[in-house]
């Protein structure tokens, strides 16, 4: 286990102190979230990314994986709401953000009793997450929750020791991406709620595996291992999305800083810690001098420019947030967040984009399928939700 003294050096010229970027409480972001609340399309669809050229939404079935963000997005800015108050300057005086909040995730209801989503029924519980904090007695909300994590649940195959992450033709071919660690919070949410341990033994079981699996020894991850699901064997380790089975896709090292993150939050478990630091480390030792994340962070520098993904900056950003807040000493709790602001601002400083109708530009959904350059429902989310943290965690004012 790495101690937090032993990653000062290494991180040193990352610790300076950085100012929070005034953007992260644009008035802009209320007006361009409620311009996209207004014009979603009737019946509902959700925006997943935008044109490269312009900036403009593309709208999805609701049975898509990214669905739960556009409405979690409203949510936040209630958050944001109860936190900086409204005004007509901060822009979250325009709407009822509860309301379109609540009205936007009707469309998510049907999920509840069928989708194609696999383990990302995680992803899609989150709106519903945010209305429980609300309204804990919303039943609707309730249904949804236990739903999806019952979804969840029945996906866990105790040979592997995983959730099953996408559905394969071979059965047998059992395969897990490591962005599966987010989804594993809606099993604790209903854990929390019913009490029902089998809920947080899969949790733990699968965190168990994916830090035995998917990660190696410099701190970097596999995208994708597969398993036999009937001996439990590792078949073999690649990519997806990223440049190649070997290399390190940046969302992916981002959704496990995250994941472990908030695993050790819940377990105390010291290996999950000391998981969500390795990741930490890696990611941040291995930005490139301009402090821009890479899509991937062995993509080759030519032909130039390698493209960003703002989206692995913003959930990065939150991952770190999050391992400063649980970090055992004050001191190691820091380095994390001046390293979450100083991802912040060289994102913003790239990125943001008054034109578009996102907040970011420069994601990347999904390079080996020549989806770039766009802007991206996740990585505005994060983008709210790191502001709104900062501001609870007293490291901002909301202007
Ligand atoms: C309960 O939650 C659902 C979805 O989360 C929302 O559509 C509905 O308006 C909420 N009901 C009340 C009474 O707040
Ligand atoms: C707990 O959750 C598991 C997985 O969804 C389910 O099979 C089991 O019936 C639940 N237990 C209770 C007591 O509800
Ligand atoms: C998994 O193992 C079983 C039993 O050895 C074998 O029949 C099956 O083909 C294997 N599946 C894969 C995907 O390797
Ligand atoms: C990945 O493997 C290839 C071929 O085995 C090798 O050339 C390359 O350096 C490796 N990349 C990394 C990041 O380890
Ligand atoms: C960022 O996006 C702009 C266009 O929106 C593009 O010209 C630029 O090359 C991108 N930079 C990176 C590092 O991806």
Redesign the pocket.
């Known amino acids: 286990m790495l101690s937090p003294i032993l990653l000062l050096p290494v991180l040193a010229p990352l610790v300076a102190s950085w100012t929070v970027p005034a953007q992260l409480f644009s008035n802009l972001i209320p007006q361009k979230v409620l311009a996209t609340a207004k014009s979603l399309p009737a019946p509902i669809q959700y925006p997943q990314y935008t044109d490269t050229s312009a900036g403009h939404w593309l709208d999805f079935a609701p049975d898509t994986w990214t669905s739960g963000f556009f409405p979690t997005t409203l949510y936040a800015l209630n958050t944001r709401k109860t936190l900086c108050g409204a005004t007509a300057a901060n822009g979250l005086s325009a709407a009822n953000w509860l309301d379109l909040g609540?009205?936007a995730?009707?469309g998510l209801?049907p999920l509840e009793t069928h989708n194609n989503q696999g383990h990302d029924v995680g992803f899609l519980s989150f709106?519903?997450v945010e209305?429980l904090a609300i309204?804990p007695t919303?039943?609707?909300?309730l249904t949804?929750v236990k739903q999806f994590a019952a979804d969840l649940a029945a996906r866990f195959n105790p040979v592997v020791g995983c959730t099953r992450s996408w559905d394969t033709a071979d059965p047998t071919d059992f395969t897990v991406i490591i962005d599966n660690m987010m989804n594993l919070e809606i099993l604790w949410v209903v854990y929390g709620l019913t009490g029902n341990t089998t809920l947080r033994d899969i949790a733990v079981k699968h965190a168990d595996t994916t830090m035995k699996n998917h990660i190696r020894s410099d701190g970097s991850t596999w995208h994708v291992v597969e398993y036999n699901s009937t001996t439990g064997a590792v078949i073999r380790k690649r990519t997806s999305q990223g440049f190649s089975d070997n290399s390190t896709w940046s969302r992916g090292q981002a959704w496990g800083i995250y994941g472990f993150a908030n695993m050790y939050q819940h377990t105390k478990d010291p290996n999950h810690l000391a998981t969500a630091r390795r990741l930490a480390n890696y990611f941040l030792t291995n930005l490139p001098s301009d402090g821009i994340v890479p899509w991937d962070f062995n993509a080759p520098l030519v032909p130039a420019p390698r493209p960003a993904d703002s989206s692995a900056a913003t959930i990065a950003a939150n991952g770190l947030l999050l391992l400063g807040t649980v970090e055992t000493t004050a001191a190691a709790g820091k380095q994390w967040t001046n390293a979450a602001i100083n991802l912040l601002n060289h994102i913003t400083t790239l990125a943001w984009r008054p034109s578009w109708q996102s907040l970011l530009s420069n994601g990347t959904v999904n390079w080996p399928a020549n989806n770039f350059l766009t802007g991206i429902v996740y990585g505005d989310y994060y983008y709210v939700k790191a502001g709104n943290t900062l501001v609870s965690m007293g490291l901002a004012k909301c202007s």
């Not at 919303?138 to 909300?141: E, G, M, V, Y």
């Open positions: 609540r009205a995730s009707n209801i709106p519903f209305e309204n919303n039943q609707t909300a949804a």
